[in-house]
Every structure is written in C-alpha cells, then in structure tokens.
C-alpha cells in the first residue's frame, strides 16, 4: 500500500498569514495532488504534477502556489491566507489509482 | 466541465441490511474508483473499477462505461460502514485528473 504522509495535521493561521502544507509519499508514483475538501463542496483539485519540477493547474488554484522538489516531495503554498481558505487539506499520489493522505486542516481567522 | 452525480445522497440502514451506491457521470470514464472516508478521517481506496465487475470483501462494484454509470454493493452492512462513500472518475478529457462526486452518507444502526 502506498504511504503518504502530510504536515501538519493541523494548523491555524491569521489573515494575511503566510502557510506551507508538506506532503511526502515514498513509493515513487509520479502523479501527486493537492485537493480541498469543503461541506457542500466535496474534493476539488488545486494544483497537481507529474514529476519533479512539474506543476499542472488544477480547478480551484486561486490564491494558491505549489512546487514539487524531488519524486518524494509536493508541497501548497499560501502566501496570503484568506478565511475562505479555511479547509481539510489533502495530499494524493497516484499509480493510476490515488491514495491519499490523512489530511490537513488549516484555520485561518 | 465532467459531473459525477450520486445517489442517494444519505442511506439508513439497518445492521445487516444491503446497501446499493449509484454514481452517474456525464462523460465516458477511462478510470473510475471507489473511496470511502470515516468522518474526519482520510479517503481510502476502496476499488478501482474502470469497467466490468469487481468484489473485495462484502464489497462489489459494476461499471458499465456505454451506460456512464457505476454501483457499489455494500452486503449485510456493518456499523463500522458507516462514513462516506464517494465515487470518482477520469475522462478521457481529463487525462490523471478525478473528478469526485458529492458523496453517499451511510448510517447503519444496530
């Protein structure tokens, strides 16, 4: 089973705050993703990538950055934390199918 | 853009009892998965099945891709079923992309 894990679990942050979430899966899948999750909402895709150094646009990338350093490593940036950015976090790799993380929830007052 | 719909969007259920999970999807699936989510808890895969008949366990899903349409099949339901059921597909439009549906609420009550 793939392992992925993501730091912090949890986070609480202020307005205008700055905020990095840490995902990491060893078990060298190429595909990794970066999703919300939102009451009402679901699971909506922000950002993904195939590779090191490669980040693909995903359906809700506003106000989000994102880099993937090595195979391992995929990491979401929020350089100016909104309350609407208030969420559960989660981390997936793929192999054509995805696992996920155990999550990150983020607070932002 | 792709839509997953499923129903229902919440199921009772006795202890024991059968449950049928539907997911519709407005394009044709090249990929089509199963996961399920405790409440608070992560997504875990439950079945990849792009097409065809699979079981695990208590669990069997049948995808028929001309009809855009999966099922799940949860057999004499435990308590410990109870979270959220979510299906998920990729298009051929939407190469490595999955495109979630809201969710089935399962409660199963002794």
């Known amino acids: 089973e793939a392992a992925v894990t993501q730091s912090p679990r949890n986070k609480v942050t202020v307005t205008g705050g700055n905020v990095t979430l840490s995902c990491r899966q060893t078990?060298?899948?190429?595909?990794m993703y970066w999703y919300r999750q939102d009451t009402g909402h679901g699971l909506r895709l922000i950002h993904y990538?195939?590779?090191?150094?490669?980040?693909q646009i995903g359906d809700v990338p506003d106000g989000y950055k994102a880099t993937r350093t090595t195979q391992e490593d995929f990491f979401l940036l929020l350089e100016l934390a909104s309350p609407s950015q208030t969420s559960l976090y989660f981390c997936?790799?793929?192999?054509?199918?995805?696992?996920f993380g155990p999550g990150t929830r983020l607070t932002v007052l | 853009g792709q839509q997953v719909q499923q129903s229902p969007a919440s199921l009772v259920l006795q202890e024991g009892e059968n449950a049928e999970l539907q997911c519709n999807f407005s394009?044709?699936?090249?990929?089509l998965q199963w996961f399920y989510q405790r409440p608070g808890g992560s997504l875990v895969s439950l079945l990849y099945?792009?097409?065809g008949t699979k079981h695990t366990g208590r669990l069997t899903s049948t995808t028929v891709t001309k009809e855009r349409r999966s099922s799940l099949h949860i057999s004499s339901s435990q308590i410990t079923d109870s979270g959220t059921y979510f299906c998920a597909m990729e298009g051929s439009s939407s190469f490595s992309k999955l495109v979630f549906g809201q969710g089935t609420s399962l409660s199963v009550v002794p």
């Open positions: 099945n792009p097409s």
């Open positions: 997936a790799s793929s192999d054509r199918k995805q696992y």
């Open positions: 990538s195939y590779g090191a150094g490669n980040l």
């Open positions: 394009s044709t699936a090249t990929q």
């Open positions: 078990n060298s899948h190429n595909y």
